[in-house]
């Protein structure tokens, strides 16, 4: 299961949905990125559905996006890789 995770502006909580398949996840991730970079005055209207819980929906204004990221979710050592970037200090 893939997680897609946006960060909006002037919210401290972030909005995530699910998907089981990469392809799909990417695929809005690019959506995503792509209406970013349009105009900041349009208003555009992103609208995501969930896979793991069905009647989720969400919809958010692109010009509102200030961040969007995908991790995996996996069964090994507690259920989720940490969102997010990390340094590695080895």
């Known amino acids: 299961m893939y997680s897609l995770e946006l960060s909006l ?3 401290p909580f972030p909005l995530s949905i699910q ?3 990469f392809d799909d996840v990417k695929r809005i991730y690019d959506e995503i990125k792509s209406s970013m970079y349009e105009n900041l005055e349009s ?3 992103i609208e995501l559905s969930c896979d793991k819980v069905k009647d989720k929906l969400i919809a958010v204004r692109a010009k ?3 961040s ?3 991790y995996e979710k996996s069964s090994v050592a507690g259920g989720a890789k940490r969102p997010g970037f ?3 200090m080895d």
Do not use: A, D, G
Request: glycine share 0%; proline share 0%; aromatic share 6%.
């Open 64 to 66: 509102e996006i200030i």
């Open 43 to 45: 208003l555009n209207l």
């Open 86 to 88: 990390s340094l590695n």
């Open 68 to 70: 969007v990221q995908i």
């Open 19 to 21: 998907k089981k398949e």
């Open 9 to 11: 502006r002037y919210s």
